[in-house]
């Protein structure tokens, strides 16, 4: 039975590589990246197809291959579009990075193939689509014109860590865009917790901070102020940094926007009264302006 397993688990390669990627940026690296990569391989990577995602880029941060004339052993090849039908944008083997590729549609195939032996490092590649938008605006004696390229960061794996080791109420977000709300939600939430929750994306971006639903233990009667049951939010990492609000009761409440790539919730529940909780969803943003905004145009 034994000896079956061994067969069955060399009989299964044991790297998987490619699929159909669909997140406006992202990494992709060869199989088993960055020890060599496997003899007789071929992934094929399928980028792109999100609605409103823009052409892609393609950068290769590391790339070794075997080498040799007209890349005919080991390669990798990129496609203007969805499959190999579409124009090829370049082929690529030895150790010589790519250069920064972008497509002129919203797809880009990458093919990696690899022949019977010679191995390398292999290559680490990221991908982004870049979202334009530009504006006018007249102010009376001047036309203004600006533009702004939406960059999105890399996709990165959503680490829903437990970084206090304290409360299964501590989460850590890194990705883009995401979603929380309180324990038990939309039932009543426990009393007596500290929740909280990090949002941390690179630096650069700004968070904005949407209130889907709130009820929690409302006002004090004596003070006027949130002294049972609040939701705080604060700019950067830690409660130190600066306020940026402080909620209790059911309100409707306005997006936030950080100032800086850190944002910290925190809810505070005291001993007695609960209520629904709440239910929030964030997006990180970078915005760079690449022309100065300049006038005027006419
Ligand atoms: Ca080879
Ligand atoms: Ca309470």
Not at 63 to 85: H, I, K, S
């Amino acid at each position: 039975m034994s000896q079956y397993k061994d067969f069955i688990r060399k009989s299964i390669p044991t790297y998987a590589c490619g699929g159909q990627l669909t997140g406006l940026s992202g990494e992709i690296t060869s199989p088993r990246y960055p020890e060599s990569y496997p003899n007789d391989a071929e992934c094929r990577w399928s980028i792109g197809g999100a609605s409103g995602g823009g052409p892609l880029t393609l950068v290769f941060a590391d790339f070794q291959m075997e080498g040799g004339q007209g890349c005919g052993f080991d390669y990798v090849a990129l496609f203007d579009g969805p499959t190999v039908t579409a124009p090829r944008l370049g082929r690529y083997c030895g150790s010589a990075r790519p250069p920064r590729t972008v497509s002129s549609t919203p797809h880009l195939l990458i093919i990696f193939k690899s022949d019977f032996n010679i191995g390398g490092r292999g290559f680490k590649a990221h991908f982004y689509s870049g979202v334009w938008v530009s504006w006018w605006w007249d102010s009376g004696d001047r036309l203004w014109f600006g533009v702004v390229i939406l960059c999105l960061p890399q996709q990165q794996e959503m680490i829903r860590g437990d970084p206090f080791g304290e409360s299964e109420c501590q989460e850590v977000f890194t990705t883009i865009k995401g979603n929380f709300s309180s324990p038990q939600y939309p039932n009543f939430y426990p009393n007596n917790l500290k929740c909280q929750w990090s949002i941390h994306l690179p630096s650069g971006y700004r968070i904005k901070v949407f209130f889907l639903d709130m009820e929690l233990e409302g006002r004090s009667s004596l003070t006027g102020g949130c002294d049972y049951d609040h939701l705080s939010a604060f700019d950067g990492g830690t409660e130190d940094g600066s306020l940026l609000g402080r909620w209790c009761g059911r309100e409707s409440l306005a997006p936030v926007t950080s100032r800086s790539n850190r944002l910290l919730l925190v809810l505070h529940t005291d001993r007695n009264t609960a209520k629904r909780g709440f239910s929030i969803s964030y997006v990180g943003a970078s915005y760079s302006c690449l022309c100065h905004c300049h006038a005027p145009v006419v």
